[in-house]
């Protein structure tokens, strides 16, 4: 039982469930009532953490798989300058995207003496959650804060925004403006992007779309979607949108219809997720996915930790989505 299986028995986001976790006076009576009822009937309650202080240097470990991704680059340059303007040291570890690799990495922290772990984990967490139970051993020596993933484990605090929501509205928004063809590309089967891609199949479901195998793919990099999307075209297969997991992969694709002869954005548009990734075109939509906020909530957590405090051990920021 963990947070998706709570919002899913309420029928609302998990966002909402966060909300009703950390006291947030942003949900109706009734809902609240609603999920709160969910929670005592199945005894699911991740509540407060408490983290026991030990004498250490102060210095945090940031770890993540590759800063080829938009997203991962700037969280770990955030969460380096806030980090140091708290007056902590860091340890970064660039760990490659392998399971063997990443437990490697995890294992190395745990040989040092510092404070906390942050692991961006939008492409590090596995789909099976025996296979991240390494994370849940080292939080035993150190408060884990997982950025972008969800770990139900004691000492894992978790904060991610709520893509997979993000995914399901920006998806019904197209299908609304009439795309009968939306496109699904994801670089990397995490669970992080499994979720997103479960959104789009299901929004696609419940709205008559055939989602059909070629309209999702894997492509780890905007010069794969690009290509991915050019072949499409030009061997006739239809299609009239993309939803990418970043705003570089949004732009290529864009670049790929209207290369291909397709009017943009009369008949083709792509969404794009990240915050700091801006472009000169207006032909497509941008989800924001929190970035300075998780980050600066992060180190609020390492903060408190360090010093005996309570911390959330979860709290799930709604994306914001904006037509550029």
Known sequence: ??????????????????????GSKKVSDATRRKILGIIEETG??????????????????????????????????KLMRKLGAAGFETDFLLCGSTPAAKRRAVEHFTRKKINALIIQGADFMEYEAADNSYISAAASSFPVILLNAFLDAPGVYC?????????????????????????????SMSDHYILMLEAFKN??????????????????????AKAYVSSLLENGTPADAAVTTDAASAYAVLCAASESGVSVPEDFETVGFGADC????SSFILVYCREEEICAHAVNCVANLSNGLEAATLTVFPAIIEKT
């Open 1 to 22: 039982m963990n947070i998706y299986d709570i919002s899913e028995m309420a029928g609302v986001s998990i966002a909402t469930v966060s909300r009703v976790l950390n």
């Open 44 to 77: 699911y309650a991740p509540g407060m953490g408490r983290h026991k202080p030990e004498p250490r240097v102060r210095t945090v470990g940031i770890l993540c798989t590759s800063l080829l991704s938009g997203s991962n680059a700037v969280t770990v340059e």
């Open 159 to 187: 904060a991610f925004c709520d893509l997979a929501s993000a995914v399901k509205t920006v998806t019904e928004a197209l299908i609304k403006k009439g795309r009968r063809h939306p496109l699904f590309l994801f670089p």
């Open 203 to 224: 929004t696609c479901l419940t709205n008559g779309i055939d989602c059909r195998p070629e309209y999702v793919h894997l492509c780890p990099d905007a010069g794969s």
């Open 278 to 281: 801006l472009y000169s075109s």
